[in-house]
């Protein structure tokens, strides 16, 4: 399996981050680091650009969801901390896709699909999986093809 680009890039920003002493944007390279390393361990294989994306994806969600519920909870100061983590995160993620360029996507997968019912999205959805990881945010992507998909029906 090919060496990720991204894991060697992650790594290199590693050493030049332990060397500026930028010690929060150390910790979380660190952290996404772990994270890579623990589902190549788990896997027993070397994850490749996809299989990175797929995981700071992940770890991108996750900090969405916390900032979610700390605005819930009126907690300032664990937002802060979470939406730094994300923004680094980010970074690494390939560039955001416009609402347009989704509803474009959604639109080709449909009619490859030749989905038109709600039962369909899974066929949708594996289409549209490979092309949007870290670049849109999978959640509104399902709701938009449901909205989509119910509208038809």
Known sequence: ???????????????????????????????????????EVDERI????????????KMAKQRRESISQFEKANRQDLIDIEQAELEIIQQYLPEALSDEEIHQ?????MATTGASEIRQMG????????????????????QLIKSKLGANS
Do not use: C, H, N, Y
Not at 105 to 109: E, F, K, N, Q
């Open 1 to 39: 399996m090919a060496s990720s680009a991204l894991k060697q890039q992650l790594e290199t920003d590693m050493k030049s981050t332990m060397k500026s002493g930028d010690k929060s944007r150390l910790s979380v390279i660190r952290l996404i680091l772990s994270a890579i390393k623990q589902v």
């Open 46 to 57: 070397e994850l490749d650009d996809a299989r990175v994306t797929a995981v700071l994806d």
């Open 105 to 109: 996507l959604i639109s080709d997968a």
């Open 123 to 142: 066929q949708v959805m594996g289409i549209l999986k490979p092309q949007l990881q870290g670049r849109a945010d999978m959640g509104k992507v399902s």
